[in-house]
């Protein structure tokens, strides 16, 4: 038999794929993090925050999250999203005098449009948003205000707030025309979504503008200014990886490996079930171990955390990676399979799953305001009987949990869009009826799913929406009749609910993030 010759094509891919490998996008990561530390060393005050799900990877040391889309930057796709507000890197950064934000992005670019436009049309439309209520406070003030132009609880003057958009040189001037054409709708926008601007434009001292930093970024060590001394808050925007576009072969005293430029991007392709805080437990286990052994290494530390947070009684799904169809050469390093226990209640673990004890919180239920409603997953129930009164769940199987009174208790079998669009809407009326029975007797409800981060979100917003007035109190669902719900209503109603949350892990706005996607375009 002739020998079987790979086409160039196969043997491309069979050379990316090797070039991709988990060892060296975990190394990569390892690499980068290296300048991301040296940059968050210049500024130690300020905090650390990063960009979801990609800046998660480059730090240990993370004081918050935030979620800006490169899609909502994208050249004539420019967006300012109500439902990804990030309200609290603003609130961090008026606290802190400022931040820096994390993230990465793949070969070709220095930096991800989430930074060169996506961050900086946030930071002018909070801008003009403040200097708005700045001039509002200064009309309404009496005549010794009006005279010093000072709003009542700020310690700035509305002439001196700066409200231009600051655009990255690469960034062409007929794009920047574009989009200052946009930011007043935009600010109009926000101003109409109920946020509230008050507190914000009391605790900001200086108006909010972005800086970009990079490998590529000359920084002269004892010239580096002091963050006070700069006439604006700053938003220190941070591109982990190396723009540099030719392949790269790096070499250690043991191994080669080859970098990948945003290596920790679309994590879901290659991290066969790591999360960024497992790779940090066990990064120099990892980093210095023989790359042909790190993907059996890998399945052996998520199955090991998996059976911890099992026998703790913790949400612990099955990490199942499926083989790959790739060349025989290639196929050994590749075909792996976790050998796990059977999986909890047949469900597959999510590789975008970011728990949210990756950064150092328990997993709780998150509390809406003070409407007695509160969201979480159905792995909380059996721990939260006498924290809530009733309990609305919405998970696809029927729970083995039993309770004392049927009253009590709803199961409303709902599944994604994806499976069945018309599912949630099927089962709202009966949602809406119990909730509406037990808050009329003031009781404490939980609204939970598999996740508490998708369908209970979505119930909790319909109840809000046609039980509660506009300023989030119980009323019957009296003011629902002479509402007129449009989506932008429906936005406002969701960025509320997002910004009233109250939990454990609030502070770091990672189940904030993940709900907020439910309402974009």
């Known amino acids: 038999m002739a020998e079987e010759r790979l086409s160039i094509y196969r043997a491309s891919r069979s050379i990316k794929k090797k070039q991709n490998s988990l060892y060296n996008a975990l190394r990569s990561i390892y690499e980068d993090s290296i300048f991301v530390s040296e940059i968050a060393e210049l500024w130690r005050e300020l905090p650390l925050v990063a960009n979801l799900r990609c800046g998660l990877w480059y730090s240990s040391r993370f004081d918050g999250t935030c979620y800006f889309k490169s899609t909502d930057g994208h050249c004539k796709n420019w967006s300012f999203s109500i439902s990804r507000l990030n309200f609290h890197v603003a609130h961090l950064c008026a606290q802190k005098g400022g931040c820096i934000i994390v993230?990465?992005?793949?070969?070709?670019?220095?930096?991800?449009?989430?930074?060169?436009?996506?961050?900086?049309?946030?930071?002018?439309?909070?801008?003009?948003?403040?200097?708005?209520?700045?001039?509002?406070?200064?009309?309404?003030?009496?005549?010794?205000?009006?005279?010093?132009?000072?709003?009542?609880?700020?310690?700035?003057?509305?002439?001196?707030w700066d409200c231009s958009l600051y655009l990255p040189l690469w960034v062409s001037a007929m794009e920047k025309a574009a989009i200052e054409d946009r930011l007043e709708d935009w600010t109009k926008q926000l101003?109409?979504?109920?946020?509230?601007?008050?507190?914000?434009?009391?605790?900001?001292?200086?108006?909010?503008?972005?800086?970009?930093?990079?490998?590529?970024?000359?920084?002269?060590?004892?010239?580096?200014?002091?963050?006070?001394?700069?006439?604006?808050?700053?938003?220190?925007?941070?591109?982990?990886?190396?723009?540099?576009?030719?392949?790269?072969?790096?070499?250690?005293?043991?191994?080669?490996?080859?970098?990948?430029?945003?290596?920790?991007?679309?994590?879901?392709?290659?991290?066969?079930?790591?999360t960024p805080q497992l790779?940090?437990?066990?990064?120099?286990?990892?980093?210095?171990?023989?790359?042909?052994?790190?993907n059996q290494q890998v399945a052996d530390i998520v199955e090991k955390d998996r059976v911890y947070r099992c026998q703790r009684g913790e949400d612990a799904p099955q990490v199942i990676v499926k083989p790959k169809n790739l060349s025989v050469e290639n196929h050994?390093?590749?075909?792996?399979?976790?050998?796990a226990c059977p999986p909890l209640g047949g469900s597959e673990y999510p590789n975008n799953h970011i728990d949210m004890g990756s950064l150092g919180h328990q997993r709780s239920m998150f509390w809406i305001g003070s409407t007695n409603l509160a969201v979480g997953s159905t792995q909380l129930v059996t721990n939260l009987t006498e924290e809530?009164?009733?309990?609305?769940?919405?998970?696809?199987?029927?729970?083995?949990?039993?309770?004392?009174?049927s009253d009590t208790y709803l199961h409303l079998p709902m599944v994604s869009s994806k499976q069945d669009r018309f599912s949630l809407l099927r089962n709202l009326p009966a949602a809406l009826s119990f909730a509406q029975s037990n808050l009329r007797h003031k009781k404490k409800l939980l609204i939970c799913c598999d996740s508490g981060k998708d369908i209970s979100v979505c119930v909790a917003l319909a109840i809000i929406t046609s039980l509660f007035d506009g300023e989030g109190s119980f009323d019957d669902g009296k003011s629902f009749t002479d509402t007129h719900i449009t989506k932008l209503e429906m936005r406002r109603k969701l960025s509320g609910l997002l910004h009233n949350f109250r939990g454990a892990g609030d502070r770091h706005g990672i189940l904030k993030q993940q709900m907020a996607s439910l309402l974009t375009d």
């Open 103 to 160: 993230d990465s992005t793949r070969k070709g670019k220095r930096f991800p449009d989430s930074m060169s436009k996506t961050i900086p049309i946030w930071s002018c439309v909070l801008n003009r948003a403040i200097m708005n209520y700045l001039e509002k406070c200064s009309t309404v003030s009496g005549t010794k205000q009006q005279e010093s132009n000072v709003c009542p609880g700020t310690k700035h003057t509305s002439p001196e």
């Open 191 to 274: 101003e109409a979504s109920g946020v509230d601007i008050s507190s914000l434009a009391q605790s900001l001292k200086k108006p909010l503008r972005p800086l970009w930093v990079s490998q590529k970024t000359v920084v002269w060590l004892n010239e580096v200014p002091d963050f006070d001394s700069w006439d604006f808050t700053p938003v220190i925007l941070v591109s982990a990886s190396s723009s540099n576009g030719i392949v790269q072969h790096r070499f250690t005293s043991e191994f080669s490996w080859h970098y990948i430029s945003g290596a920790g991007d679309d994590e879901e392709s290659w991290a066969r079930g790591l």
């Open 279 to 294: 790779f940090w437990k066990n990064v120099i286990d990892l980093i210095d171990s023989d790359p042909d052994l790190c």
């Open 332 to 339: 050994n390093n590749y075909n792996e399979e976790c050998n």
């Open 388 to 405: 809530v009164a009733c309990t609305l769940n919405c998970e696809p199987e029927l729970s083995s949990i039993c309770f004392p009174c």
